[in-house]
């Protein structure tokens, strides 16, 4: 008789968050992208039967990202599309904590991403850098700097506004 394991319902690595899972025009070129920008992982990669990336999972800093090619068959019946194919706009911003914020910044950049706020201290408490990708998707990393009360960020919050 062969030892059974207990059935695990949620695993670790997906236990304590909503996964992003993001459609790109060439999810190997992407996952190359972060993993030079931000110091990706690659951990799991599915190919399609004709070619292409059916399914990936890479982590950054300690979150897990979900990624596949768009313009797979199995993607566009289910309505996948990258930002290029919607005019280049995305409706998700994809926000991840670093330990530093400043380094990542400087390699993104020099990796080919296109800085939309320069790293700085925000509001809430946060060192934050805003850009976005070689495929559209906009990206938020955040080192906190800070804890704050509640009062002294709606404090801060109606300064810097």
Do not use: N
Not at 2 to 19: F, G, K, L, M, W
Not at 74 to 81: K, L, R, T
């Amino acid at each position: 008789m062969t030892e059974r394991t207990a059935r695990i319902e949620i695993p670790d690595r997906y236990r304590h968050a909503v996964i992003p899972h993001i459609m790109v025009d060439d999810a190997a070129a992407a996952i190359d992208f972060y993993q030079r920008a931000f110091g990706a992982r690659e951990d799991v990669r599915v190919g399609a039967p004709g070619g292409g990336i059916l399914h990936a999972e890479i982590t950054v800093g300690r979150s897990t990202l979900m990624l596949g090619d768009a313009s797979l068959d199995e993607a566009e019946a289910a309505s996948f599309a990258a930002p290029a194919s919607l005019g280049g706009g995305t409706t998700v911003t994809l926000h991840v904590f670093v330990p530093d914020v400043d380094s990542l910044a400087e390699r993104a950049a020099a990796a080919g991403a296109e800085i939309l706020q320069p790293p700085k201290d925000m509001f809430h408490g946060d060192r934050t850098v805003i850009l976005k990708d070689p495929s559209g998707h906009i990206w938020v990393f955040l080192t906190h700097v800070e804890d704050l009360s509640e009062e002294e960020l709606q404090r801060r919050l109606a300064a810097a506004w």
